[in-house]
């Protein structure tokens, strides 16, 4: 089965801080990549498409490395509104999505 | 705006009862999934549909039915409710093979 990895954490970061997931993938053909924010007890939301050359929108950057077959999420200046577990998904040759686990971010005052 | 809706937010149910857990979108998607989301196991997908009267089995297919009468419209049926099927249930519509899911805001269901 292929594989999508992200470091769980908890990543506790100052208000502030910049904070950087990476999530690996294991099928080198995957096409498409996106990262959602989940908050606690609710629904995924999508945050970001990411895209071969790189794509930002506002504080958030998010990175395609398709030889080392990872994607990236910087958050600059983060706010204590973005506690919150960030899920990468993969969308592979056959349009299986295979989801990470997620990464929990806490952001202190 | 994609609107996603399921019909409960919260539903408590007994052993071995049938249960209905409704998802309507709104913006004419072909495709529409189930998940089930529980602490530790992350998402993992219990059937799909790209199309009316069309199903697939994801994952977890088992103790789960699915119903795709309508485009809008993706029920998922659980035969005889288990303890074991307590779990945050999300469906998601897809406008593309490509594209992003959206998600509706989940139903927690419990089985007692």
């Known amino acids: 089965r292929k594989e999508v990895e992200q470091d769980p954490g908890p990543f506790n970061v100052p208000e502030g801080a910049t904070v950087a997931f990476n999530c690996t993938y294991s099928n080198s053909a995957s096409q498409s990549f996106f990262w959602y924010r989940q908050d606690c007890r609710k629904e995924p939301k999508l945050l970001m498409s990411v895209y071969s050359s790189g794509n930002e929108d506002g504080r958030f950057t998010a990175q395609l490395n398709r030889a080392s077959q990872y994607i990236s999420l910087l958050i600059r200046d983060s706010k204590l509104s973005d506690s919150a577990t960030y899920l990468c998904v993969v969308n592979e040759v056959n349009y299986q999505l295979i989801w990470g686990a997620g990464t929990k971010l806490i952001i202190k005052p | 705006d994609v609107k996603v809706t399921q019909s409960s937010r919260y539903l408590v149910k007994r052993t071995g009862e049938k249960v209905f857990l409704e998802c309507v979108q709104d913006?004419?998607?072909?495709?529409m999934f189930w998940y089930r989301q529980d602490p530790g196991l992350g998402l993992r997908l219990i059937y799909f549909?790209?199309?009316?009267?069309?199903?697939e089995k994801g994952d977890i297919p088992e103790g789960y039915s699915v119903s795709r009468e309508k485009k809008e419209r993706f029920s998922l049926i659980l035969e005889s409710a288990s303890t074991n099927q307590t779990s945050m249930y999300l469906c998601?519509?897809?406008?593309?093979?490509?594209?992003?899911?959206?998600f509706g805001n989940g139903t927690r269901l419990t089985v007692t």
């Open positions: 549909s790209y199309d009316v009267k069309m199903k």
């Open positions: 913006m004419d998607h072909e495709n």
């Open positions: 998601a519509s897809q406008q593309m093979l490509d594209s992003p899911l959206h």
